[in-house]
C-alpha cells in the first residue's frame, strides 16, 4: 500500500499588511498513483485493443477488453530498478521491451505489488539494462463492468459500452500512470466487430474495413490525462451540424435519438462562438458530442464530449455548456491533483454563469439566474452533511469519486470564484483572470496553490479569507449564503432571447 502523505492543506497566509502578502501554503502531493513521476514519464500511449460486445457479463476467460499498449517512457532518475503502473484486476499476459523499430529485444521481468482497496495494484516492471529512453509492450486485458468500464445491453437502452475513467479508473482498463499530473498523447486503434462503430477521443484519422470487423484509428495529439481517454462502441449514427460539429446518437434503443441529436447540436452552435471569445482559441480540431444513454450527465472526453439521454429543461443547455467549457478548463489547463477538482469544476460552473454564456443556457428554457443559484445554494448546503465539505481536502486513505461526485467542487467552488469576482471588481477582471491562467498553464496542471499565488501576484491588495474556504467545513453554507447575499442585492433581471 502506498503512504499517502497527510497534508495539512491549509495555508496560513501572512499575518502581515505588506502590498503583496504571499500565502504560505503545504500542498497536496497525494496522488492516488502508485507511479512515481519523478522516476519515469510517459510521452506516449498507443492502444490497441478489441472490445468483445458479445459476452453479456465479462469474466477473466472472456474479457470485454484485450489488446496491447506501447508504453514511451524516459526514465529520469539512475539506478531505478522498477517501473511502476497503476491497474485495477487487469490481467497481465506479458511485458516487452521494444526497438525503435518495434521489434521485441525482449521480455521484461513484472510482477503485481500489494492490492490497496482504493488504488488497485502496481505493476512493477524490472528495468535492469534497459535504455535510457525507449518503448515497452504490454499485453493485458480487462472484464470488469461499473468500474471505468460500463456495457449495457436491452431493448430500452440499446447495445453499447463506454468508458468512464474520471477521476482514477483509467488503471481499470489499460495499464498506465494514472494520475492527472502525467499529461501524454495518446493513439488509439478499437477493433470491434459490425455493424458497431466506435468513437473516441482525439482526430480520427481513418476506419479500417474487415470480413468481419471495423477497425477505429484515433490520435490525440495535445498532452491529456489519462482519465481523459474515453471510447463509446454501439450501433451509432450521426447528424451533422457544421463542418467542425457532429453528433453522435445510438440508432437501437427504444426511442429514436435523432431529433434529441440535432437539438443538442443546435445549442452547440450556439454557445461555440461565445465560448471562444471568451476563453480563446480552441485548440482541439473538431468539437463534437455522442448522446449516452443511461450516463450520468456528462464527460468533457476531448473531441467527443459525452452526453446524457433525455435531459429536461435547463438541464440540456447547462450540460452542453459545462462540457464545451471544460475543453479550455479541465482538458487545457487541468487540476493538479484530486483535491484540486475544485479548479477545474467551479472555475466550469463560474464561467456557465458569464452573461453571454447564461443568456443561451438559462432563457431558452424559461429560466433566471437568480432561480440557478438559489438551486445551487440548495446543493451547496447538502455537502454539509457530506464527510468531505472543503474544497481542497485532505484525501489520504479516501476515493477521491467521493469528492468528484459530491456538490464542492461544482456549486461551493462557484460560489467562491463568484466572492473572488465581488472582490476584484466585477465579472470583466474575473474573466481576464481566468484567460490568465489559460494562458499561464496551458497544456500543464495547474493546483490550488498556484491558483492562489496567481491570483495574489494579480490582485495584490485583495484579502481573501482561504483558509475559511479551503479547510474549514464548518463554514460550508454560511459562506455560500453571504456570497448570495451580496448577489441579491444586484438586480439579476431577465437573461435574455434563447437560443437560435
Known amino acids: 500500500m502506498v503512504t499517502l502523505q497527510c497534508l495539512s492543506l491549509f495555508l496560513l497566509l501572512l499575518e502581515c499588511h505588506s502590498a503583496n502578502p504571499r500565502p504560505v501554503y503545504l500542498p497536496d502531493i497525494n496522488d492516488h498513483t502508485f507511479s512515481d513521476l519523478t522516476e519515469y514519464k510517459v510521452h506516449h500511449y498507443a492502444i490497441n485493443i478489441t472490445v468483445n460486445m458479445d459476452v453479456q457479463q465479462a469474466t477473466k476467460s472472456t474479457p470485454r477488453i484485450s489488446g496491447t499498449v ?7 532518475k539512475r539506478k531505478i530498478s522498477a517501473f511502476r ?26 510482477r503485481f505489488d500489494t492490492e490497496d482497496k482504493i488504488l488497485g495494484q502496481a505493476l512493477s516492471i524490472k528495468m535492469a539494462n534497459t535504455p535510457e529512453q525507449g518503448r515497452i509492450l504490454i499485453k493485458f486485458s480487462s472484464w470488469l463492468n461499473g468500474l471505468g468500464i460500463y456495457y449495457h445491453n436491452s431493448r430500452r437502452t440499446g447495445h453499447y459500452m463506454y468508458l468512464l475513467a474520471q477521476p482514477i479508473s483509467a488503471r481499470a482498463w489499460f495499464p498506465c500512470q494514472d ?49 481523459l481517454i474515453g471510447i463509446v462502441v454501439g450501433n451509432l449514427d450521426f447528424v451533422d451540424i ?32 461565445d465560448v ?39 438541464l440540456e443547455t447547462f450540460t452542453v455548456a459545462h462540457e464545451m467549457i471544460h475543453s479550455w478548463i479541465g482538458n487545457l489547463i487541468t487540476a493538479r ?15 456557465c454563469t458569464e452573461e453571454i454564456v447564461a443568456q443561451k443556457m438559462l432563457s431558452y428554457h424559461n429560466y433566471t ?21 472543503m474544497l481542497n481536502p485532505n484525501l489520504t486513505n479516501i476515493d477521491p469519486r467521493e469528492y468528484l461526485l459530491s456538490y464542492v467542487p461544482y456549486f461551493k467552488a462557484m460560489f467562491f470564484i463568484k466572492d473572488l469576482e465581488l472582490k476584484v471588481g466585477g465579472r470583466n477582471k474575473m474573466n481576464e483572470f481566468i484567460r490568465l491562467l489559460l494562458s ?61
Do not use: C
Request: charge should be neutral.
Open 70 to 76: 506501447v508504453v514511451n517512457y524516459r526514465r529520469l
Open 85 to 110: 503502473l497503476d491497474t485495477i484486476s487487469l490481467k497481465i499476459k506479458g511485458v516487452y521491451l521494444l526497438n525503435n523499430e518495434g521489434g521485441v529485444i525482449r521480455r521484461l521481468k513484472s
Open 179 to 227: 494520475t492527472n499530473r502525467a499529461k501524454a498523447t495518446v493513439s488509439l486503434n478499437i477493433t470491434v466487430d459490425k455493424p458497431f462503430t466506435a468513437v473516441a477521443a482525439g482526430q480520427h484519422l481513418v476506419t479500417e474495413d474487415g470480413n468481419t470487423t471495423r477497425s477505429f484509428h484515433y490520435y490525440v495529439t495535445i498532452p491529456i490525462s489519462p482519465y
Open 242 to 273: 457544421t463542418s467542425e460539429i457532429r453528433v453522435w446518437y445510438q440508432t437501437d434503443s427504444k426511442t429514436k435519438r435523432e431529433s434529441e441529436a440535432k437539438e443538442l447540436g443546435y445549442i452547440a452552435r450556439a454557445l461555440f462562438p
Open 276 to 314: 471562444k471569445h471568451l476563453l480563446g482559441s480552441y485548440v482541439w480540431g473538431r468539437y463534437d458530442m455522442v448522446i449516452i444513454p443511461m450516463f450520468i450527465g456528462g464527460m468533457e472526453i476531448p473531441n467527443i464530449n459525452y452526453i446524457k439521454t433525455d435531459l429536461s429543461g435547463y
Open 337 to 351: 491533483y484530486s483535491s484540486d477538482l475544485w479548479i477545474n469544476e467551479g472555475l466550469t460552473m463560474y464561467v
Open 369 to 389: 439566474l437568480e432561480e440557478f443559484y438559489n438551486l445551487a445554494i440548495a446543493y451547496t448546503k447538502i455537502s454539509v452533511e457530506s464527510n468531505i465539505s
Open 440 to 500: 499561464k498553464y496551458a497544456y500543464r496542471n495547474v493546483g490550488t496553490v498556484d491558483f492562489i499565488e496567481t491570483f495574489t501576484e494579480t490582485f495584490p491588495s485583495v484579502s481573501v479569507p482561504w483558509k475559511e474556504w479551503m479547510h474549514n467545513p464548518e463554514n460550508t453554507g454560511k459562506l455560500e449564503d453571504k456570497v448570495f447575499e451580496k448577489l441579491s442585492s444586484i438586480e439579476f433581471g431577465d437573461v435574455g432571447s434563447g437560443i437560435v
